[in-house]
């Protein structure tokens, strides 16, 4: 049977699960308890023998709603969300990986996770910072201990692509667990499942959400992954189909017991957000497009950052890959230009740190959100002293051209 498109299967999700009244939004449940129709059966959802709700940390209907929409849209096996995309990240990490494992992640990661990795490190895993751009890389750092790739799709701020389906190959051959943040692509620009990815995570923050107005991130099984070959999971979740065991121990292990829950009313904002995702991110990388051609054709710009440009190294792979380029680009900024005057001539672009909302945003990178990790480490980075990274937004394009050329003058 033909499989609905993208827009269909979003907008139709929450009805397509029979929801109290037929409401065409899933309602926002706000109950962190539950009843039952008596004492046993409360034992029997506790123990798993029934299903039901047993407590708003595990689940709550509004955000079961949301984790089914994700998976639609992810084309996957099974979604949890959390209360942000870090604890996404740090939760899943966290249940699958131990101390003495070793983990494979792209040197250019998002600041936090880059942060959070270093903090497993002090728990005694040990993480390697190698460039995914090519899988030889990656391939060169297995060991026996290793357990898992965590890669980008669209690398913060630099924008370089991780070699995604090499890499795909390279873990599927080892039985390595495979990793995908997926935010700066989202399932509307890849599907991570195709380039044979374990797991992918998405930042609801950004795009899903799209409108800069709640927090939230979840993690899908692609259903890729035969977590029967994998050595951490603990042989109390071995009980049931194995193809659930790797999202069954991220459920118990990471958001049961870390709690980084996410709450109803945000879920309702970031599924409602989420219905209008491809006609938002479609007119943003748009216009990211055309902005990175004005700033790459503009004398005051030394380098410009687009996956969409020619000149990008990855640009063969990024076609390829994705649906269209993404919606965030990065300049460094020519000697004369000050970066932070630069962005205070800007009255449409708005300075600020999140990305993937609706209006567009500008940072300059060095001294925000790669501050703490110092000079070496961005150096390395590729992140210069007169970077300046914008997140494209849905404005018209002549207001944003309008804007880049009136700071550059
Ligand atoms: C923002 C972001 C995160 C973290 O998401 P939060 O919801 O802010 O915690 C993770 N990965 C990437 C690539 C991001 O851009």
Known sequence: MRKKGFFTTNLHSDRCDSPEHGVLHKAIHPSVAYGYEDARHLAEVFQGKREGYNYGRQLNPTVTALQNRITKMEDGHASIAFATGMAAISSTMLALLKSGDHLIASSFLFGNTNSFFTTLERFGIEVSFVDATDVSNISAAIKENTRAVFVETIANPATQIADLDAIGELCTDHSILYVVDNTMTSPFLFLPRSAKASLSINALTKYIGGHGNALGGTVTDTGCFDWETYPNIIDDYKAGDHSLWGVLQIKKKGLRDMGGALGPEAAHHLAVGSETLPLRLNRACDNALALA??????????????????????????????????AIFSVELA??????????????????????????????????????????????????????????????????????EKALG
């Not at 020619?310 to 380029?325: M, V």
């Open 335 to 404: 000697d004369v230009v000050d970066c932070f005057e630069f962005l205070n001539c800007m009255d449409t672009v708005v300075s600020s740190s999140n990305l993937g909302d609706n209006r567009t945003l500008g940072i300059p990178v060095a001294q925000t959100i790669f501050y703490e990790m110092g000079a070496e480490r961005r150096a390395a980075m590729g992140i210069s002293d007169s970077m300046v990274r914008f997140s494209v937004g849905i404005e018209e394009l002549e207001d944003l051209l309008e804007n880049f």
């Open 293 to 326: 051609q004005f700033c790459e054709a503009h004398p005051k710009i030394s380098r410009t950052f687009y996956p969409g440009l020619e000149s990008h190294l990855q640009h063969q792979r990024a076609g390829r890959l994705f649906r269209k380029y993404g």
